[in-house]
């Protein structure tokens, strides 16, 4: 069984940064991609950002250069360093799991298709 935990939301001002993680486990993939993506109030949930199980990485343009993901395969940890953050960037954020071909696909389309499964998310709150 997927189990997807996120931890590290909080209230921010514009500017400041926060650190999300994700333990994930419980899936079997070999090539995988662990995701973030994000939900605000009554907007479509969009993908961030996404690493593969080979270390590459996609981020959208909406958070390239100020968002980090990385990962600690011995502790099945999935980071999101963000930073610089905007009122934008407000939204409830969920790590998810899916194969690596996910990954490439939104590398070459520049966007990133939902995944197959999410955790219960983290409210992510940047106050201007």
């Known amino acids: 069984e997927v189990q997807l935990v996120e931890s590290g939301g909080g209230l921010v001002q514009t500017g400041g940064s926060l650190r999300l993680s994700c333990e994930a486990s419980?899936?079997?993939?070999?090539?995988?991609?662990v995701g973030w993506f994000r939900q605000a109030p009554g907007k479509e949930r969009e993908g961030v950002s996404c690493?593969?199980?080979?270390?590459?990485?996609y981020y959208s343009n909406a958070v390239r250069g100020r968002f980090t993901i990385s990962s600690d395969k011995s502790k099945n940890m999935v980071y999101l360093q963000m930073n610089d953050l905007k009122p934008e960037d407000t939204a409830v954020y969920y790590c998810?799991?899916?194969?690596?071909?996910?990954?490439?696909?939104?590398?070459?389309?520049?966007?990133?298709?939902?995944?197959?499964?999410y955790g219960q998310g983290t409210q992510v709150t940047v106050s201007s």
């Open positions: 419980g899936f079997t993939y070999d090539d995988y991609a």
């Open positions: 690493i593969g199980s080979d270390d590459t990485v």
């Open positions: 998810a799991v899916d194969g690596g071909w996910k990954l490439r696909k939104a590398q070459a389309r520049n966007e990133m298709d939902p995944f197959d499964s």
